[in-house]
């Protein structure tokens, strides 16, 4: 997934006028000289996975044009406590008050991309792959979605438009399973992936009667999971989900199934530590 700053722009202008607000930094502009010039470092508090340099770098670039980067990291590489990132060069002003905006942001997408990198190593050896969901941040969901892909996992759908997924609510206001699917695949063009999620086996062995493109085995053990795979036998890709954590992805990969998706990737995040130091 490449990150284009289209993507990004108006998130971060947007933060960046939440903290300016109406009367700018009071602080900054009071102690620091306005054409001030000087050098500070992004730097790693703890190890993890970098992600979102260049979105979270664009604060600085709104304040000052003419800023310059030199980078020690990229996306994608592992740092450790101590490590040099990037080292910022320009108008002091605008890197003090750009800083919190780049440092919330760059702090959350490297705490993606760390959490996703653990649990993919969790999962090697097996077919599994692990995947994010829909319960991203209001508004940040293109950029917590890259950072899952940068710290090596996959997206599921980014929007309702995307696919179609039958979820337990859906099917609270159907008569039927099966009339719910029959519905969908009468409706959407056939370009359309479908999806259709089921908590026991019997909602199961009723969709294979009617298959579609993936079924989403949802709060299963990994008992259940295992069996669920056998007797879809490939007829549709296999979606576990539900209660994944550290301690449970391994025994839910080792099940068989293809697919692996937590909305923990970017629900329950612990930001990553990373600080802005004088060079």
């Excluded at 090596?152 to 696919?163: K, M, S, V, Y």
Aim: charged residues 25%.
């Amino acid at each position: 997934m490449t990150l284009h700053k289209i993507q990004y722009k108006h998130i971060i202008e947007n933060a960046l006028l939440e903290d300016f607000s109406k009367g700018g930094d009071l602080t900054t502009d009071a102690l620091i000289p306005e054409d001030a010039m000087g050098e500070t470092v992004l730097r790693a508090r703890e190890e993890g996975i970098v992600a979102g340099l260049n979105a979270s770098l664009y604060a600085f670039e709104v304040l000052d044009p003419n800023v310059k980067f030199e980078f020690y990291k990229k996306d994608g590489d592992l740092v450790k406590v101590g490590d040099k990132i990037v080292k910022v060069s320009g108008n002091i002003r605008a890197m003090l008050s750009a800083e919190r905006t780049c440092l919330n942001l760059l702090g959350r997408l490297c705490g993606i991309a760390s959490f996703t990198n653990r649990l993919v190593k969790e999962v090697e050896g097996t077919k599994a792959k692990v995947v994010d969901t829909r319960k991203t941040t209001p508004g940040f969901r293109v950029l917590e979605k890259y950072a899952v892909k940068v710290g090596g996992g996959f997206n599921h759908r980014f929007g309702l438009d995307d696919a179609v997924m039958i979820k337990d609510n859906h099917l609270a206001f159907s008569n039927s399973l099966t009339e719910a699917v029959q519905k969908v695949k009468d409706y959407v063009g056939h370009t359309v992936k479908i999806e259709v999620e089921v908590d026991t086996l019997d909602q199961l062995k009723e969709l294979l009667e009617n298959p579609v493109d993936i079924v989403l085995l949802d709060n299963m053990t990994p008992e259940v999971l295992k069996e669920a795979v056998t007797l879809v036998n490939g007829k549709m890709i296999t979606e576990a989900s539900g209660n994944i954590s550290i301690e449970t992805i391994k025994s839910v990969a080792l099940s068989g199934v293809d697919i692996i998706s937590s909305g923990a990737l970017t629900h329950s995040i612990k930001n990553f530590d990373i600080g802005l130091d004088r060079y």
